[in-house]
């Protein structure tokens, strides 16, 4: 939203009938939780005609900041909503097909830089079934990131909403943040990071009906060796802990964040190293 214009033209149609709907739960999320911002979903989406629902954590600066665009959009002027526009792009999603929401819907970046607690992550789920119940033609739930993680996760739990989701055909897959800061990686591990979360949406197309762009370039995702794949998760993870969640959260997170084959190449290696030693 580096354009006012643009970003006064989306505002302005906030009530437009792809949108209504949803914008108007955020009005509602907003009078439930006095004080606090629900960013709007910028009517570019066509939330009305989704398959797919992107997850995050929780509205940032460029969202629901003092200076930003009151709206989730892959439009504004970030890091992050620019890489989630280049992956959409990449696997071929227009936005009458997705849309965009967190795993604690009002704004707290200020007071919660780094992560949610499990408290917000709960109070977060009734506001998530209530998007899903206005979207029904959502079957796929792309959770960018360890909050948007535990989201999910708690969220399909039988304690949760797991018969519900069990109905309405829904399955959640786990990916990495598309922050600036969870692309602080080497060449060629951040191609192949980009890749990997590509990757999971053309899964979440297919279970949703879409046929996705295949990937141009079909040596991206390169075996990597063992000792390749530890130093990756090492130079990775370090920077993160000790953090606002435990270690093992952490680094379970890291690994269901990889593709299949790759996690079972690194606890090869790590068995093996284990065995050695």
């Known amino acids: 939203m580096a354009d ?44 009305s005609t989704a398959v797919i629902l992107a997850l995050s954590s929780n509205p940032g600066p460029q969202a629901g900041g003092a200076k930003g665009s009151g709206m989730l959009s892959r439009e504004n002027n970030d890091g992050s909503a620019a890489r989630m526009g280049d992956i959409y792009e990449s696997v071929g999603l227009t936005d009458d097909q997705i849309v965009p929401w967190n795993a604690y819907p009002w704004h707290v970046h200020e007071t919660h830089p780094n992560g949610m607690p499990n408290n917000l992550i709960n109070d977060g789920l009734d506001a998530l079934k209530r998007v899903l119940d206005l979207h029904p033609n959502i079957h796929s739930v792309v959770a960018h990131g360890g909050d948007a993680h535990r989201s999910v996760r708690r969220f399909m739990s039988r304690r949760r909403f797991g018969d519900y989701a069990d109905a309405r ?76 969640v435990d270690s093992e959260t952490r680094i379970n997170e890291y690994v269901h964040a990889q593709p299949s084959q790759r996690s079972q190449r690194l606890l090869i290696e790590l068995l093996l190293r284990d065995l050695a030693s």
Not at 12 to 20: D, G, L, T
Not at 233 to 239: F, G, N, Q, V, Y
Request: hydrophobic share 40%.
């Open 4 to 47: 006012p214009a643009f970003r006064d033209d989306q505002m302005n149609r906030i009530r437009e009938p792809q949108v209504r709907s949803i914008n108007k739960l955020c009005d509602q999320l907003m009078v439930e939780q006095p004080g606090y911002s629900v960013p709007y979903i910028a009517p570019h989406y066509g939330a």
């Open 169 to 244: 055909g829904l399955k959640a897959w786990n990916t990495r943040h598309t922050s600036n800061r969870a692309f602080i990686l080497r060449e060629p591990e951040k191609s192949i990071a980009l890749e990997c979360v590509c990757e999971v949406y053309r899964e979440a197309m297919r279970h949703a009906g879409l046929t996705p762009l295949a990937a141009l370039n079909a040596d991206t995702l390169v075996p990597l060796t063992g000792p390749e794949l530890r130093a990756a998760a090492r130079a990775e993870l370090l920077p993160l802990l000790p953090g606002t």
